[in-house]
């Protein structure tokens, strides 16, 4: 298989294996890892001068946190996942840090203007992008437990890439709760493990709480554990808003797994990815309302592997 | 077996590792290359502050460092000593300054030669340190040592490497053929 898809891709593979070693990359990658391990030291020395302070200690400590949480651990993960994780599609994001993030359990087919019309109808709200202006908000807001449901969301990446779309829901008002779901348009002629084509893959969790990261110590949303209920709802919401929507189901695309997103925080799922269709949103209206036959949520599995696998 | 070049694998391709991000060079200036300047503009102004005060002690300094052989403070060579020292240091921190100017604008080079700077700063004071010649104490030198260490992360962040490097013709070419 190797040898077909090498001679079928030599073309646009080819560039990138002709640029040889680059004096200028080496130079960033040294710097890269000298600064990281710099920075180790720089949080040991804050570390044992807060010790020596008294009660100004806190305020060092304070210091020695930040460091470690926002600028050590940051860089220490993107240095060691750059290593060991790798980097093919596996049905889990990979965080800034190169962590693995939440698991990809939605997929659809549509358009950019489908997907943004449905998941409009279906009372889903767009992220605001992260700039300083919407962080300092969130904080805010989560502190004085003010509503803010354009909250935006930290960046996940797929394909290399940070999501091109981030929804979500705030519940009673509270911006430490909120259903949210991340969207990632698929490269072109890309295919899911298995052989299934589709547009987009998608990243749906629930926030429950806001609490530190297991693995850099930042503060950060705490994710509910069970992540199948949350890829219900937004199959739900999505159904609810427009009849011709359809819903297939790759049974067992991922095998049940216990695990930890980027934060932590530990996930379980059935392995199950239902491929919501939105080809018929908007072409027909709510009037045609799709075959009924096809839209089965979370229905038999064989006829649904068929219909999205029929490539052979 | 003409249809499978219409299809690509399911998984990345491994030569996909080794690129670097898209180049863009309509790409909006990061955070991390504005923290970077911030605290070489940081280290200036700390720099001015040191050169202050030296003058300001200086006389004493003077003192201090000859005590065997008095030295007037009038003399004309102790003031021209110090003259000699803020035109170099001045000079050094103009360069520095410039330095910030530059990477804030986006040019590579300028990022490289700080990030060398800092990284011979940090090694020299952290050998010293291993050694056991220097006391790093929450004072001057751990607030210098501090600002350096933050500009290297700063500036050898992806997003700074990639704003630096975002007119780069080679990976442009790179990119575009990919």
Known sequence: ?????????????????????SFNAMLDGFFFVFAGLASLWLAYLLLSES??????????????????????????????????????????TRTSD??????????????????????????WTRADDVTLRSSWRIVMSTITRRSYDEAPVSPLFLFGRTQDY??????????????????????????????ARVDWLAAGTFDRAVGLSLFTLQITHKIDADTDV????????????????????????????HSRNGGGDTIRTDGDLPVIDLREVGVTDAAGAGEPAEASVTGGAPTAASVIGGAP | ????????????????????????????????????????????????????????????????????????????AVSAALWFVLAFGGVLLLFDLVMAVLISLGFNWPRIVVMVFSTLSISGTFAAWWAGDQNIALDQTLFTLALDILIMLALSSRAARDYARRNDRRLARATASA
């Open chain 1, 98 to 123: 190169g962590l693995l993030g939440d698991p990809v359990n939605l997929a659809l087919l549509g358009d950019d203007a489908q997907l943004l019309a449905t998941m409009d109808a279906a009372k």
């Open chain 1, 166 to 195: 981030a929804f979500q829901q705030e519940v009673e008002g509270n911006p430490a709760k909120r259903h949210h779901v991340r969207f990632w348009r698929c490269p072109d002629g890309w295919l899911l493990p298995g052989g």
């Open chain 1, 230 to 257: 949350e890829r219900d709802h937004i199959i739900a919401t999505l159904g609810a808003a427009d009849p011709a929507v359809a819903v297939t189901v790759l049974k067992d695309f991922s095998s049940g797994y």
């Open chain 2, 1 to 76: 077996m003409s249809r499978d070049t219409t299809k690509r694998p399911a998984f990345e391709p491994a030569s996909e590792l080794a690129q670097a991000g898209p180049r863009d060079p309509r790409m909006r200036r990061p955070v991390p290359t504005t923290m970077g300047a911030a605290l070489v503009l940081l280290r200036v102004l700390a720099g001015i502050a040191w050169l202050i005060a030296l003058a300001a002690q200086w006389n004493d300094l003077i003192a201090e460092q000859f005590v065997e052989v008095p030295i007037d403070p009038d003399d004309p």
């Open chain 1, 1 to 21: 298989m190797g040898g077909a898809g090498a001679e079928g891709n030599g073309a646009t593979v080819e560039p990138a294996r002709r640029r040889r070693f």
């Open chain 1, 51 to 92: 010790f020596a302070f008294g009660w100004w200690g806190i305020v060092v400590f304070l210091a020695f946190w930040l460091v470690l949480a926002y600028l050590v651990l940051p860089r220490i993960h993107r240095i060691l996942t750059t290593i060991y994780v790798p980097d093919y599609f596996m049905g889990r």
